[in-house]
């Protein structure tokens, strides 16, 4: 489909001049076994191998953690990457697109030419991302006096008042939020790099043990151990790359909602930051979200790509459980929503996974159980049942929709190059 | 000076710098609810901050504030992260709508507080209690006496308020 390009009130002047070559990763475990230095020079030299490039040829680097991972420093000193620009953020679910955006940035300054972007994790064996182990122990000061304080403290704990909220003031059901995990984990069972590829239903959701209410454990994302990264260069140089570039169309970065010290002062809390970023992110990208073929909707809950999905506006305000549940967001579908299966079921990576997956789709080329061909290239079969096909058909233009929390988002459109 | 104490098996710390959060604490020690009010516009701001977060403005006085309100939304946790909050479950965590300042500066914005559902002593509430409350549940602060200079406010059913027959709560009970 050819790109709508009539917008001319917003910076189009970077639109399509920057891409995604290069996506790698590690396995997805519970227990790697190695440093997350180990893991993110493995993600980056993947991502490197995978665009085509030499580590000479990456001279920026990225990286962004939670007190919890090694820098940019030591991944570019193992793989002999001599960087004229580098910069490790904290943060977690927000950062990508946002990291993505900073890349195009620095290279548009003349400061860098070619960007590694990554995030090494121990999710699981080393610090648990849901908060359990040493994180539980830690002093409680400052502002977390009026939250930890209260046994506040998990990304679960701290998001339920927005999910219940939507729940009082939409009649949004937990069968419908469920639907979430069900069509995640059937992505999963077409990816045999997922954590858990087991395919779960609505019921087995509603029938998991209570974490905090509203969530069921299976409402809740796999913590795990992985490495992965993204290679971010200009169109031009995406040319002389080994594979169809995944053009950026627009980038919106940690767009917030007011109150970034406590974003439940203003409301409405059932209403989530992408209910401002979808300003930036439309216009910046000219085209709709009834443009786009594929999204990545944060799933560290099945609560928040609900909600996301509503507040960037693929359905109206309060309608986010029907859209989850009626087969839209399906492979097959007319707009399937992590089509790796996710935080949910692939592995949780804070974000970068599903920007990895997009960038397969939009090369057509994604990492399924299909035959590969005589072209060395996936002869996809578009059967979606159990253990096949993950490749949606004719993937033109992908949206991501990364979150921090209900205060706070991140999203990228990619078309195909 | 700062303050070191344990709450509920929890290490807290006040720093000597923190002059806002230990203002904010000694007050609710002398079970005396307190919050900044903006010396230029007079709004009345929460948690604890550097400035006014509706003009900007450093300075501000601590002001009596009456803290009762209606529970706007909540948690009822099954599974604790913190050791010593595992015998307390299921426990709820209110996010209240305070009377006060309630819809202003604009309808979207109110003094929203964290607390715990507790009974008026300031202990955790117990199942029954936990199952009584949701959406719309009047309630009043009340205080968890932890050491000299801080005590951790929380909520307990608001006995002499009009309540609603049935508050909302989460629909798959």
């Not at chain 1, 073929?293 to 999905?309: E, I, N, R």
């Not at chain 2, 909050?85 to 209240?96: D, E, G, N």
Request: a neutral charge; glycine letters at 10%.
């Amino acid at each position: 489909m050819p790109m709508p390009d009539t917008d001319t009130t917003s910076p189009k002047f970077l639109r399509d001049k920057y891409a995604i070559v290069g996506v790698g990763e590690t396995t997805y475990t519970r227990g790697s076994g190695v440093t997350t230095r180990k893991l993110g020079t493995w993600a980056v030299r993947n991502a490197i191998e995978d665009a085509g490039l030499k580590p000479s040829d990456i001279d920026g680097m990225l990286s962004y953690q939670s007190g919890d991972s090694t820098f940019s420093t030591f991944i570019a000193g193992d793989l002999g990457i001599r960087p004229s620009f580098y910069m490790d953020v904290f943060g977690g679910g927000s950062s990508t697109e946002a990291l993505v955006g900073m890349a195009m940035g620095l290279i548009e300054a003349g400061m860098c030419t070619t960007v590694a972007i990554f995030r090494a994790m121990n999710g699981f064996s080393q610090v648990r991302i849901g908060g359990t182990g040493a994180r539980a122990a830690a002093p409680v000061s400052g502002d977390a006096l009026h939250g930890r304080a209260y046994g506040w403290q998990s990304a679960g704990q701290m998001f339920a008042p927005t999910f219940m909220r939507h729940m009082h003031d939409y009649g949004t059901r937990p069968e419908q939020v469920a639907a979430v995990k069900a069509i995640h984990s059937e992505h999963a069972s077409n990816n045999p790099k997922a954590f858990y590829k087991r395919r779960f239903t609505v019921e087995d959701v509603l029938n998991s043990r209570i974490i905090c209410k509203p969530l069921h454990l299976l409402d809740c994302c796999v913590e795990t151990d992985n490495g992965t990264a993204l290679i971010v260069t200009s169109a031009e140089r995406a040319r002389d790359c080994r594979h169809t570039p995944a053009l950026i169309r627009g980038v919106v970065g940690r767009c917030s909602k007011p109150r970034t010290d406590m974003h439940y002062q203003h409301g409405p809390i059932s209403t989530v930051a992408g209910h401002y970023a979808r300003d930036i992110l439309w216009p910046n990208a000219g085209v709709g979200p009834e443009d786009v073929d594929v999204t990545g909707s944060y799933d560290a809950f099945t609560f928040t790509t609900m909600l996301q999905l509503e507040d960037y506006g693929f359905c109206k305000k309060g309608e986010g459980g029907q859209y989850v549940s009626d087969g839209t967001i399906r492979l097959g579908g007319k707009r399937p929503n992590n089509t790796s299966g996710g935080h949910l079921c692939e592995g949780y990576t804070h974000g970068l996974n599903m920007v990895i997956e997009n960038v397969r789709q939009l090369r057509h080329d994604v990492d399924d159980s299909c035959p590969i061909g005589p072209d060395g290239k996936r002869q996809h079969t578009y059967d979606y049942r159990e253990g096949g096909c993950r490749q949606v058909k004719d993937c033109e233009l992908s949206a991501n929709l990364g979150w921090a929390n209900p205060g706070t988002g991140s999203a990228m459109v990619m078309r195909r190059g | 000076m700062g303050i070191q104490a344990t709450y509920l098996g929890m290490p807290l710390a006040i720093d000597d710098l923190d002059v806002e959060n230990l203002a904010y604490f000694r007050h609710c020690a002398a079970h005396d609810f307190h919050l900044q009010r903006c010396t230029a516009c007079g709004l009345v701001r929460y948690p604890p901050t550097t400035a006014c977060p509706w003009c900007a403005n450093p300075k501000s006085d601590w002001v009596p504030v009456e803290a009762r309100g209606a529970v706007h939304s909540y948690t009822e946790v099954h599974h604790a992260i913190q050791p010593a909050f595992k015998a307390h479950t299921p426990y709820l965590v209110l996010l209240v709508d305070l009377d006060t300042q309630k819809g202003k500066p604009t309808e979207l914005e109110a003094l929203r507080m964290m607390g715990n559902l507790t009974t008026p002593d300031g202990t955790l509430a117990p199942p029954e209690t936990v199952k009584s409350v949701g959406i719309g549940t009047r309630v009043r602060m009340v205080f968890a006496d932890v050491a000299p200079g801080l005590a951790i406010p929380h909520w307990t059913i608001d006995e002499t308020a009009p309540q609603p027959a049935r508050p909302w709560r989460y629909p798959q009970e």
